[in-house]
């Protein structure tokens, strides 16, 4: 889907994580340029992320054509940046960039899931409106609304009858009276669009490590991990340790 199709016309973009890819450092300054017109094109792309057109690789001319680069000069450039990891090919010989490719996955997503759960809160509240009462009888939606007030002013009465009973009773110790109970933590499984933080990122880049790779790596491996510890409580403090 390409980004004026589904709304999204802007990407993250870390500069610290561009200076410190070791990938793309290796590679000349010709090379480092090219990726930066590739990562335009293929962000504007029909399929977003991949350099194709019409589900066929682009040609080094259509690229020059784009890029403003000589046929010779992309062809060179390109094994360059596939040579040394910064992108990748996929089975029909297109180039793509694995992040950008994994960031439109995860805005599609959420644009789904959000677009749904509108269309059903719609759906669900133009069935109500539309049920029609009959003469003499109370629809069932006005008796639920009824009850609950009647059921909300009990409950309140009872709070106010509580409190003022507990406020009466001055031997029983303060330690016991309204003693919040500690709120239950539950793990999760790592989602889908986790991204370390800037913080968490300047821990990983003070031990030397590769950022991008390192995420890479670390995503990869929680998301294909199954069972019991694949769950944890804090992701950040995972990813640091």
């Given at each position: 889907m390409a980004a004026?199709?589904s709304g999204?016309?802007w990407?993250?973009?870390y500069w610290d ?10 590679c000349?300054?010709t090379?480092q340029g090219l ?9 504007n792309n029909e399929r977003q992320?991949?350099l ?5 690789a ?6 020059s054509?784009?890029t403003?680069l000589?046929?010779?000069t992309i062809?060179?450039?390109l ?7 910064v992108c ?11 992040r ?5 996955q995860?805005?599609n997503?959420k644009?789904n899931v959000?677009?749904t759960?509108t269309q059903?809160k719609r759906?669900?509240?133009?069935t109500?409106?539309q049920?029609p009462c009959?003469?003499?009888v ?8 009824e009850?609950?007030?009647?059921q909300?002013?009990?409950?309140k009465?009872k709070?106010?009858?509580?409190r ?9 110790p303060?330690k ?8 239950s933590?539950?793990g ?7 991204l370390?933080d800037?913080?968490d990122?300047?821990y990983?880049r ?10 890479e ?5 929680w998301?294909a991990k199954?069972?019991k510890d ?5 992701w950040s ?5």
């Amino acid at each position: 889907m390409a980004a004026k199709e589904s709304g999204y016309k802007w990407s993250k973009f870390y500069w610290d994580d561009w200076a410190n890819d070791g990938a793309l450092q290796s590679c000349n300054l010709t090379a480092q340029g090219l990726w930066m017109h590739l990562l335009r094109v293929m962000f504007n792309n029909e399929r977003q992320g991949y350099l194709q057109i019409n589900n066929k690789a682009m040609s080094a001319l259509q690229l020059s054509k784009l890029t403003g680069l000589d046929s010779r000069t992309i062809k060179k450039q390109l094994s360059i940046l596939i040579e040394n990891n910064v992108c990748s090919v996929d089975e029909n010989g297109i180039v793509f960039s694995r992040r950008m490719v994994r960031e439109s996955q995860s805005k599609n997503r959420k644009s789904n899931v959000s677009a749904t759960s509108t269309q059903h809160k719609r759906s669900d509240v133009a069935t109500s409106m539309q049920q029609p009462c009959s003469e003499g009888v109370t629809c069932m939606h006005e008796e639920n609304a009824e009850n609950s007030q009647k059921q909300d002013a009990l409950n309140k009465n009872k709070i106010d009858k509580n409190r003022i009973d507990i406020s009466n009773k001055l031997d029983i110790p303060p330690k016991y009276k309204n003693t919040p109970q500690a709120k239950s933590k539950r793990g999760s499984r790592l989602p889908d669009d986790w991204l370390p933080d800037e913080e968490d990122r300047e821990y990983a880049r003070n031990l030397g490590l590769d950022v991008i790779r390192t995420i890479e790596d670390f995503c990869g491996h929680w998301h294909a991990k199954a069972g019991k510890d694949a769950i944890k409580l804090d992701w950040s403090l995972t990813w640091k340790n």
